[in-house]
């Protein structure tokens, strides 16, 4: 299916579906139309004073005028496709270029028609660069990862396939080209669409363990959402409600934190993704290179003159400098953690006979036998890694290029510890959500609550046998049913 790139709607879902279902993106007439502008509007500017990066150097070189425009162009291009470490998934990949090619097509760049159509090209045949490795940014621009891009759509840097359509980069595409954040962006947009889902996952696991635990839903009741005046908090309110509803008389007048405080901890977890998401879709569909050359919209009939007054802006700035999202990136990764802090509560309330009335470790009641005392212990291991890569990326900083670059925000590390968290994540709900269903199970109890009887037929699969055995398997079957329950609420 061809999905329309327009350079002013793209938003992180639609990033991770083009980088993940090989839907093809298809650049919009009126972003072909913004391109061409912007790019006569930079040829003209060029003409008539200093343009960083294609009339001068780049970094510390810029105040030094370039004599040969072309071939300062393509020795850019090559300096700067230096990466090491591993090379990155295809997916990573065709997210960074899916996001490259809609901000080229919000027309700010000065870039030819032809680059954005060859990338087009590229992304539509699926020929991806295959040798990007994963170090070279520092949260001021993926320019080590795009210019490798910018090589292999030139020819002179392996792909997964032959081009179609290769570009010679000129004077007007190399900077354009490299200037952008393009590949941080798509890293962000891949966690959200994990995590978002493992959210929603994460509420329905609540709900069954709340069930074995005889929960009081008075911590979810509609008075809660103005205790809790947030959006995300009334949102887990409102999905518990309606996974509970009908839920017996409550065992006690106060749950565990683990449960209670699922609308503030998970709440809070909540908006941070929602706040990373506005971040993403703003940078996505934002001319931010550097310089913006944003040619004038065109008007209804002026004379020549007027036209020509209306030619556009150019500015050199420091919007490259991806500050809000790193700290949207780490938000979210602590609010992330936090939340998980709430799985590994609620796992301990599990195995405690005193709150379900079931055997310890919910094993079959002979003495010293483990149950499952050890993904208790799988899920610890799992918190220890979310909570390592919770630590924020956007403390860090840097000074480069002779100090004329004195501060990075490294809003790429942040985007990838919000990747390493999926992993350990989706682990986490998965200990809760065997170790839930098999407690409901062993305790004979049921439920009319349309939702929480849906989301206990997707459970059937998962096997439950109280005798001592590995469960590692049985981890890994309840890691694949999140999505399916994620698409209840």
């Not at 940078?283 to 209804?300: D, F, R, W």
């Amino acid at each position: 299916m061809a999905v329309d790139l327009d350079g002013t709607t793209l938003d992180p879902a639609t990033i991770a579906l083009l980088a993940r279902a090989r839907d093809t993106p298809r650049l919009t007439a009126g972003a072909r139309e913004r391109i061409l502008r912007s790019h006569d509007w930079a040829v003209r500017a060029s003409a008539e004073r200093p343009v960083y990066g294609r009339s001068t150097g780049v970094g510390a070189n810029r105040q030094l005028s370039v004599t040969d425009p072309g071939a300062h162009a393509l020795a850019l291009l090559r300096s700067h496709a230096t990466t090491a470490g591993p090379v990155r998934s295809p997916e990573r990949v065709r997210a960074m270029l899916v996001v490259r090619l809609n901000q080229l097509a919000a027309g700010g760049s000065g870039a030819t028609l032809g680059l954005a159509e060859s990338l087009e090209a590229m992304l539509i045949d699926d020929t991806l660069p295959t040798a990007i490795g994963e170090y070279g940014s520092v949260g001021t621009g993926d320019l080590s990862a795009l210019a490798t891009a910018g090589l292999a759509l030139q020819g002179e840097s392996p792909t997964s396939g032959p081009l179609r359509r290769r570009w010679a980069f000129g004077t007007h595409d190399v900077l354009p080209f490299l200037s952008s954040n393009a590949g941080v962006i798509g890293d962000a947009a891949l966690a959200l669409a994990d995590l978002e889902m493992l959210c929603r996952a994460y509420l329905v696991t609540t709900a069954l363990t709340f069930t074995a635990l005889g929960g009081n839903d008075e911590a979810f009741a509609g008075v809660v959402e103005r205790a809790t005046p947030f959006p995300g908090a009334a949102t887990c309110c409102r999905a518990l409600r309606a996974l509970t509803a009908g839920s017996p008389a409550p065992r006690r007048i106060q749950d565990p934190f683990g449960v209670r405080t699922v609308p503030q901890a998970h709440g809070s977890c909540l908006d941070a993704l929602t706040n990373l998401a506005c971040v993403v879709r703003g940078m996505a569909n934002a001319p931010a290179e550097n310089p913006v050359l944003a040619a004038a919209p065109t008007a209804s009939g002026p004379t020549e003159a007027a036209a020509a007054e209306m030619a556009g802006e150019i500015a050199h700035h420091g919007a490259f400098h991806a500050s809000y999202l790193a700290l949207a990136a780490d938000s979210a990764a602590i609010g992330i953690a936090g939340s998980a802090q709430l799985i590994s509560a609620r796992l301990a309330a599990l195995i405690d006979p005193v709150l379900t009335g079931l055997p310890a470790f919910l094993s079959d009641g002979t003495a010293g036998r483990s149950g499952v005392m050890v993904v208790e212990y799988v899920a610890a291991s799992a918190l220890g890694r979310i909570r390592a890569a919770a630590t924020p990326a956007a403390l860090q900083t840097v000074v480069l290029s002779r100090g004329v670059e004195e501060d990075a925000s490294f809003a790429s590390l942040a985007a990838t510890s919000l990747l390493d968290i999926v992993e350990p994540f989706r682990v986490l709900l998965a200990c809760e959500l065997l170790c839930a269903h098999r407690a409901v199970t062993l305790a004979g109890l049921s439920t009319e609550n349309p939702l929480l009887a849906r989301a206990l037929e997707l459970c059937a699969s998962l096997p439950v046998d109280p005798q001592d055995h590995d469960l590692s398997n049985e981890i890994s079957a309840a890691g694949g049913l999140l999505p399916a329950l994620a698409a209840l609420i």
